[in-house]
């Protein structure tokens, strides 16, 4: 279950550390594989730390202790100490100390009355209630699993959570100065004053490497982002310099066009003139000739007018006679 998870979560991290390293990324690639290693080192730490809780007939523990949970949201809520409050489906029921943001946080179990799916350990403000924050499907453990809890409750096992007990006082002599047996013959701790702020503190210090590989991560990843939003702006400039450049071609090509366009306005403009000129010309030229044609026709009348003048004179002149002269003359 939870080994089986956090195996697949370290292949998981050392596939993108050499996809990082593949596509061109180094110090990304880098880092994933340092926090590959600090991951490793956690779990070995959570797995020597929390062992299997007492059951049987072992005394329930009366309070445990909530560490870990890297969920931005859930992980503030499930953090803290919690009180065995009561039972139900025959399991205890723990009730976080204190509520947060107004509501009761609850680590309670619930059967397969509802369907397989519903059975296990959940965190929620209510003992079988629809708001739910955290799940872990184990059904046969009497008491809350250590590790290996979904967060939030469809989500992927966080590997950081991890579930400490904390005993009575009574069972705290009975088992021998802080240690009781299990079953298998492995040893859990016992809570004693001032335990869970040891713990804190312990698991605060295995953490750091892990949030140093985290911190340096957000780094890189912010360098990339700041990468990404200057190539951003660089594109955005140059699809502005691209536009600029568009819009200048246009307005030349524009220009050029209403030059063309006013040129061929003017060639038509000096083609209709001249031909209105040659119009005019050639009609100057048909009234010339008619006019030509006029005088030579007038010209010629006159000199048949004046050829039958003649004829008439010559024709008198030939009939003339001494007694006929003077009729003849007039």
């Known amino acids: 279950s ?33 926090i590959c290693i600090a991951f490793v080192h956690d779990r070995q730490v959570v797995k020597k730390q929390y062992s299997t809780p007492p059951s049987g007939s072992e005394k329930l523990p009366e309070g445990l202790s909530v560490m870990g949970c890297q969920h931005g949201t859930v992980g503030p809520i ?16 723990y009730k976080k100390d204190f509520p947060v943001n107004g509501l009761d946080v609850m680590l309670y179990f619930w059967d397969d009355r509802d369907g397989a799916s519903f059975s296990g350990w959940w965190f929620g403000p209510k003992v079988g209630g629809d ?48 240690y009781g047996s299990h079953p298998s013959g492995q040893q859990w701790p016992v809570q004693q004053n001032g335990w869970r702020q040891t713990e804190d503190s312990r698991w605060h210090q295995e953490q750091q490497p892990v949030q140093a590989a985290a911190a340096a991560a957000s780094a890189a990843a912010e360098r990339q982002k700041a990468e990404q939003q200057r190539q951003m702006q660089l594109e955005a ?32 403009k000096q083609k209709l003139e001249e031909a209105r000129r040659k119009l005019l010309e050639d009609q100057q030229r048909q009234e010339e000739e008619l006019s030509r044609i006029k005088e030579i026709e007038e010209r010629r009348r006159q000199e048949q007018r004046s050829a039958l ?18 009729e003849l003359k007039q």
Not at 9 to 29: M, W
Not at 78 to 93: A, I, L
Not at 239 to 253: A, L, T, V
């Open 78 to 93: 499930v953090r803290g100490d919690f009180t065995r409050s009561t039972d139900n489906h025959g399991k205890p029921v």
């Open 2 to 34: 939870w080994q089986l998870a956090g195996k697949q979560a370290a292949q998981h991290l050392l596939y993108a550390a050499a996809g990082a390293l593949l596509v061109g990324f180094p110090e990304v690639g880098a880092l994933f594989c340092v």
């Open 309 to 326: 003048a003649i004829r008439r004179v010559i024709q008198k002149v030939r009939v003339a006679s001494a007694e006929n002269f003077d």
């Open 131 to 178: 708001q739910v924050w955290a799940y872990h499907p184990q059904k046969d453990s009497l008491v809350p699993p250590t590790t290996g809890w979904r967060v939030p409750y469809d989500g992927p096992v966080d590997t950081s959570l991890a579930i400490a007990f904390r005993q009575s006082p009574s069972a705290q002599h009975a088992c021998h100065a802080g």
């Open 237 to 268: 400039q140059s699809r502005q310099e691209e536009e600029e450049r568009r819009k200048k071609i246009i307005e030349e090509n524009r220009r050029i066009a209403e030059q063309e366009k006013q040129r061929r306005q003017e060639e038509q």
